[in-house]
């Protein structure tokens, strides 16, 4: 829906306007929220960013399953602080989106109703506390693989608020993995667990990079426009050369046969996720889509009376007239 109305929206634009702001992100211009901008330019804008500042709020779910059980008070602590990392991401985000001229509520509700989507990747369950650890590794991982070149996207509000998430991501990444070393180097039990977590996340992992170039629908325009730095399938390899090597370091075994470093390309070969799958939770079916749909309207509705509380509160405020000095 979002592909037809950006094609049909971005022929309408003047075409001299279309060539000098291709012509400024072709000179490396950073586009400011007052610049001109191809209609087509703001809606994939809107709709790349949203979907990512969705993606971090309901990341919170998951993880957030575990506060509760984590097995130290140390683990604990550095899993909320995580938690709490991923809202404040999901904030700066939906900040940067509204500088486009669209509202938090908006998006949010386009969430809600299932018109805008989130990361395939947190329709997953994490049923172990290794679970932390491979989601801490391997999916911040991929966030960051995707998320640093973002600090460079054409889109000011973009990049700048990708500065920060990517500094807490780094983070997130070593947190998890530090997980996955204290159970691969722990009892033969949780050497098991971190095998199972890695086995059950590896290809979900893949997956977030978006499907195949060749399958991939706005890559071509978004690249041209500096939205995307690189294509799904570039940042999907790099993950996996920088991500098979801390498998062996930590002992594991990547669950996939055909893994195996390519000299001649100067990276690992490596099996394709399912794609079926893939697009399979793209369309609401994977194993937790319903239940983390529920749980973001259940937070939604419940929380209309604060919602309100503080509009009243921040209206009442604004009414008062100001004291004479
Ligand atoms: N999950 C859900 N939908 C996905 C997806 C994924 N992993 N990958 C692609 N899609 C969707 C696209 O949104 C598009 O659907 P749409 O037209 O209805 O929007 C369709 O599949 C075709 O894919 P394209 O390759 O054409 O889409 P994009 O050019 O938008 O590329 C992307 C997809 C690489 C994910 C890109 O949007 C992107 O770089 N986004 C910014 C990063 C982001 O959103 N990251 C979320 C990761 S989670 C996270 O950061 C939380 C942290 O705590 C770990």
């Known amino acids: 829906m979002y592909a037809q109305m950006i094609k049909s929206e971005a022929t309408q634009d003047d ?12 000179a490396g211009d950073t586009i400011e929220p007052k610049d001109w901008m191809p209609e087509g330019y703001r809606k994939t804008l809107i709709r790349q ?6 993606s971090e709020i309901v990341g919170q779910l998951p993880e957030g399953n575990w506060i509760t059980r984590a097995p130290t008070l140390e683990r604990k602590t550095i899993l909320l602080a995580k938690v709490q990392d991923e809202a404040g991401h999901g904030l700066y985000l939906y900040c940067a989106a509204e500088t486009l001229g669209v509202s938090r509520d908006e998006l949010t509700e386009m969430l809600l109703d299932g018109r805008m989507k989130y990361s395939s990747i947190f329709n997953y369950p994490t049923l172990t506390w290794a679970d932390m650890g491979a989601v801490g590794w391997l999916v911040d991982g991929a966030a960051i693989m995707n ?6 996207t054409s889109y000011g509000p973009y990049a700048r608020a990708m500065v920060r998430i990517c500094k807490e991501e780094s983070f997130h ?10 159970m691969a180097n722990g009892t033969a039990a949780q ?14 992992s893949l997956m977030m990079f978006g499907p195949s170039d060749q399958d991939s629908v706005h890559s071509a325009q978004s690249m041209k426009w500096r939205i995307k730095m690189n294509s799904n399938d570039e940042l999907r390899q790099k993950f996996v050369d920088q991500t098979a090597p801390q498998a062996a370091f930590l002992g594991l075994t990547v669950p996939d046969p055909d893994l195996c470093w390519n000299e001649e390309k100067g990276g690992y070969d490596f099996s394709q996720p399912d794609w079926d799958e893939f697009f399979d939770v793209l369309r609401g079916n994977g194993p937790c889509n319903t239940e983390r749909l529920a749980e973001q309207n259940r937070a939604w509705d419940e929380g209309k009376w604060v919602r309100e509380g503080l509009m009243a509160h921040a209206a009442k405020k604004n009414a008062q ?5």
Do not use: C, S, T
């Open 191 to 204: 050497r098991r667990m971190a095998q199972d977590a890695l086995n059950r996340f590896w290809y979900p």
């Open 321 to 325: 007239p100001i004291a004479a000095e």
């Open 49 to 54: 960013i949203g979907q990512h500042a969705h």
């Open 15 to 26: 075409p001299e306007k279309l060539a000098a702001f291709q012509a400024r992100i072709d």
């Open 173 to 182: 990444q070593r947190q998890g993995f530090d997980i996955m070393m204290k």
């Open 147 to 152: 998320q640093v070149p973002l600090q460079r």
